[in-house]
């Protein structure tokens, strides 16, 4: 170590980076200021979860995957539910978007462990948990002589019940409120409870465009709303 | 004021960034050393040394869990790291804003 040889002769920001290299410059205010300033940046670039892209991919997956779901029940009488390629287009939107995600988020969580991995993973099992719950749920509605009607409005508002539960027990961590997560949770679960009430139909168009659309315009705010 | 009351711990480029850094994450986060070695952009030998100043002023631990292959060593910031590295900030910006006025 020789950190009190080096200049104090005011280098500009990429020498005072370069003159570190063993780590041992002495530099100046304004240089300290500069390399505080891009050690941040570089630190939110690179630490922080890239949530916009997150939002867009589920916000695609339910205006879609609802979308193609509200065409292929449009006008069924009576009401049988939707294609068998629409719930197969689902499926395929739900594991590509949750394969996004999870690279998204495994980009910007390598290496960062203690309480936010704990929380990360309390997250999904959270998410599975509730699917798998109500998934049981409606298996024993339809058991006990639900009309399918019934079952597909709970299969259908499954996803933003669990999804906004989830989003707004989760959205004050230690850090403070997570404003984003909060609203985006509080959102679907208003456009899950509303839409059912349109019967299992209007429910899947409601789903989509507020529901999707709703997550698309979080896309849009959320970096406004983030914390700084 | 001078800059020598900047806190001579966190007053050199290296440590600076990983003060810096360490402070981005939440509290109660850590960052592997390998994480951190890719972010501050030092070799190893140079790392551990910042990383051992540091850690003798009492402003971030470091936790060895595992070993072989599987070892990892996690380094996060003490709630003293980040009350030193307000003051540094508060002091630097008193520095500047005295040598533009």
Redo the contacts between chains.
């Keep these: 170590?020789n950190?009190e040889t080096g200049t104090r002769s005011a280098p500009g920001p990429d020498e005072?980076?370069g003159?570190?290299a063993?780590?041992?410059?002495?530099?100046?205010?304004?240089?300290?200021?500069v390399?505080?300033q891009?050690?941040?940046e570089?630190?939110?670039r690179?630490?922080r979860v890239r949530r916009p892209v997150v939002f867009v991919t589920w916000g695609l997956v339910l205006l879609i995957g609802y979308g193609a779901m509200w065409l292929s029940v449009r006008g069924q009488q009576p009401y049988t539910g939707p294609a068998w390629e629409t719930l197969l287009l689902a499926f395929l939107l739900v594991l590509a978007a949750a394969a996004i995600t999870a690279q998204v988020v495994d980009r910007a969580a390598?290496?960062?462990?203690?309480?936010?991995?704990l929380q990360r993973t309390i997250f999904v099992l959270s998410l599975i948990g509730g699917f798998a719950a109500l998934e049981i749920e409606k298996s024993a509605m339809t058991h006990a002589g639900a009309s399918r009607p019934v079952t597909a409005m709970l299969g259908a508002a499954a996803p933003m019940l669990v999804a906004g539960m989830v989003f707004v027990a989760t959205s004050a961590?230690?850090?403070g409120l997570n404003w984003p997560r909060l609203a985006l949770g509080v959102w679907l679960l208003a456009v899950a409870a509303g839409g059912t009430w349109g019967g299992p139909v209007t429910a899947l168009a409601v789903y989509a465009l507020a529901g999707g659309g709703g997550v698309l315009a979080m896309a849009a705010i959320e970096p406004r709303l983030r914390r700084p | 004021m001078s800059?020598e009351e900047?806190d001579p711990a966190i007053?050199?480029?290296?440590?600076?960034?990983i003060m810096?850094?360490l402070a981005?994450?939440?509290?109660?986060?850590?960052?592997?050393f390998?994480?951190?070695q890719?972010?501050i952009g030092?070799t190893p030998g140079?790392l551990i040394?910042?990383l051992r100043k540091l850690q003798d002023a009492g402003y971030i631990t470091t936790e060895k869990n595992g070993s072989g292959v599987t070892a990892?060593t996690?380094v996060?910031l003490t709630l003293g790291g980040r009350s030193a590295l307000e003051r540094y900030?508060a002091v630097?910006r008193e520095?500047?804003d005295s040598?533009s006025r």
């Design positions: 170590m950190e005072a980076a003159a570190d063993q780590g041992a410059a002495v530099m100046d205010a304004q240089s300290a200021a390399i505080m891009q050690a941040r570089q630190a939110g690179e630490l390598s290496g960062v462990g203690g309480r936010s991995e961590p230690a850090g | 800059e900047l007053h050199v480029p290296a440590r600076l960034r810096v850094t981005s994450l939440d509290e109660g986060d850590d960052l592997s390998t994480r951190l890719d972010l030092l140079n040394t910042h990892r996690s996060a900030t630097l520095l500047l040598a």
